[in-house]
């Protein structure tokens, strides 16, 4: 399995854009990024996967470096709302993977 | 469809008993995949099937958990002689996979939380 490294914590401005980095480094030519977050008490939520391409859908955009060694997940208008755990998971078929222990964003007024 | 419902949402049982834990995934997907997760980690594989086979556990998976999905629709996870170690969020989720691939994520529960006291 691919293994992906995150920052424990960051903190975002309400309103501003939230860039949360994750290194995958190991990930092999055909293997997705897969992005989540899970708000306390919930299960994990999809966010957005990529491939080589960068990736946006209505919730995020995703921008994965030319060697796909590392991706950055962004969210262009934060709220409270978005205050969570994001996960970065590597591998083609995440289910089988270890999510690891994610960035906890904590969005502040 | 109202996405992946897991039953209970809270289970305390007394250390020793067998605890059951149904989860019922989005109708139309294949794969079906169980984890754990603990206080201040993140979720971690334990066993997932694609329709009704079982393709593959984790070791995390003691002889005493076992994961069936009958007819490839809902799952049942079992935990017998419970053990004040397995406490934690037991979570379910699905997708619709085809080989290596998975298309547009995973769909998780809420998850059932077990305190084994």
């Known amino acids: 399995d691919a293994k992906t490294t995150q920052p424990t914590s960051m903190d975002c401005a309400e309103g501003r854009a939230a860039n949360l980095p994750c290194n995958h480094s190991t990930i092999s030519g055909n293997e997705y990024v897969y992005w989540y977050r899970q708000i306390h008490s919930q299960g994990p939520q999809y966010i957005i996967h990529?491939?080589?391409n960068n990736e946006t859908n209505e919730m995020a955009s995703l921008i994965i470096t030319e060697d796909r060694k590392s991706s950055t997940l962004i969210l262009p208008h934060a709220t409270l709302r978005d205050t969570a755990v994001y996960y970065c998971?590597?591998?083609?078929?995440?289910?089988?993977?270890?999510f690891g222990d994610g960035t906890t964003l904590t969005v502040k007024p | 469809d109202t996405g992946v419902s897991q039953n209970p949402r809270h289970k305390i049982t007394k250390r020793g008993q067998n605890v059951t834990f149904r989860c019922d995934p989005i109708?139309?997907?294949?794969?079906l995949y169980w984890y754990r997760q603990t206080l201040g980690q993140g979720p971690e594989f334990l066993t997932y099937?694609?329709?009704?086979?079982?393709?593959?556990k984790s070791r995390l998976l003691s002889d005493r958990f076992s994961a069936e999905r009958p007819k490839g629709s809902f799952s049942t996870l079992e935990i017998q002689r419970t053990e004040q170690g397995d406490s934690a969020m037991y979570l379910c989720a699905s997708s619709l996979g085809n080989g290596g691939r998975v298309y547009y994520g995973y769909t998780f529960g809420s998850g059932t939380r077990l305190t084994v006291v």
């Open positions: 998971i590597g591998p083609g078929d995440a289910g089988k993977s270890t």
């Open positions: 109708s139309e997907h294949n794969r």
């Open positions: 990529g491939l080589k």
């Open positions: 099937f694609q329709n009704e086979a079982q393709l593959e």
